[in-house]
């Protein structure tokens, strides 16, 4: 067995026996002497026995938007999508929630797939009939402000119901909201009744595979 998976087995026997989620996957790369690679991927990946199912009881699929309200979280929807077009690695996690390990927030900037990420994410939204959407994005990001103006309007030009903010807490909104949640944020997740796994949708609308490291989705 190579190296990830052992460490993989290693990791998901800790975090289902309690120990801190950090902890337990230092602990583990040091002991096989992963590189800070695999500890980030670790980190997006592998969950313990209770968050995954907790999880996967609030996931709901994206047949079943057709008349809800939908809150998407703007930038983490947008750069997992555009991650997926650039041919970087998406992750299919325990949780059944697909994951990029772009890290990249703070510095995010448009790219000239942009566009084209925002098209898919509304080409899904539009097949299964939300019965409005609001995409979050945050503040501090520069140029969200012209962001979420230039997807309000895209909203309108597909015909969706719905609006674009910013805010300067959006894990907090969405937290708070009632909507069906679209992240892939474990700690929105982890604290909202519902939620979706868009990317999935928009993946399989491209006909593009998330890599799956062998022993994951348990």
């Known amino acids: 067995m190579p190296e990830p998976e052992k460490a993989i087995t290693d990791i998901r026997y800790l975090l ?19 590189d800070i690679k695999w500890r980030y991927v670790f980190t997006r990946v592998v969950f313990g026995r209770d968050t995954i199912q907790n999880r996967r009881e609030k996931t709901v699929k994206c047949e079943d938007l057709d008349g809800e309200v939908v809150l998407v979280d703007g930038y983490n929807v947008l750069i997992g999508v555009e991650s997926a077009l650039k041919g970087e690695p998406v992750y299919l996690c325990d949780d059944g929630f697909l994951r990029d390990i772009r890290g990249v927030f703070r510095n995010y900037r448009c790219s000239g797939l942009t566009e084209r990420a925002m098209d898919e994410i509304l080409g899904v939204l539009t097949g299964f009939a939300p019965f409005r959407v609001e995409f979050l994005f945050d503040s501090q990001i520069s140029k969200s402000g012209e962001m979420a103006r230039w997807v309000e309007k895209k909203l309108k030009d597909v015909g969706l119901i719905g609006v674009a903010r910013t805010s300067r807490h959006v894990d907090h909104d969405l937290k708070q909201s009632n909507g069906i949640i679209a992240t892939a944020d474990g700690s929105i997740i982890d604290e909202v009744p519902k939620a979706v796994n868009i990317q999935a949708c928009v993946l399989e609308q491209l006909n593009l595979s998330p890599v799956i490291i062998e022993g994951v989705f348990r």
């Open 16 to 34: 289902d026996r309690g120990y801190p989620r950090k902890g337990a996957i230092t602990f583990v790369c040091n002991h096989y002497r992963l």
